[in-house]
């Protein structure tokens, strides 16, 4: 059974820095392109950043220069460094992950469960 362990979130002021970090664990033949979303109160989830297989990343404007997504496929981890926080960046941070399971079997999307980060101002 796959899952996706989050960690890493918590409370912080304006300015500051978080790294969150998503483990992925289970039957896991491959995976390809892994990402960060979040959700605040009463908005829809959105794209954070986002990083395929070979490293190629993309962020949402409003995290560029503020935000890092990194992977390191030797431990099925995917890092998410957020510095310059903001009180807007407020929100349930979930990770994703396209994985595939066995020989011959579909891609998949995976979620986490979510970690909170608030920012204070």
């Known amino acids: 059974q796959v899952q996706l362990v989050e960690s890493g979130g918590g409370l912080v002021e304006a300015g500051g820095s978080l790294r969150v970090s998503c483990v992925v664990s289970?039957?896991?033949?491959?995976?390809?392109?892994m990402g960060w979303y979040r959700q605040a109160p009463g908005k829809q989830r959105e794209l954070v950043a986002h990083i395929t297989s070979g490293g190629t990343t993309n962020y949402a404007d409003s995290v560029k220069g503020r935000f890092t997504i990194s992977r390191d496929n030797a431990k099925n981890t995917v890092y998410l460094q957020m510095n310059s926080l903001k009180p807007e960046d407020t929100a349930v941070y979930y990770c994703?992950?396209?994985?595939?399971?066995?020989?011959?079997?579909?891609?998949?999307?995976?979620w986490g469960q979510g970690t909170q980060v608030t920012v204070s101002s």
């Open positions: 994703h992950a396209d994985l595939q399971e066995f020989v011959r079997s579909p891609y998949k999307a995976y």
């Open positions: 289970g039957s896991i033949l491959s995976i390809n392109a």
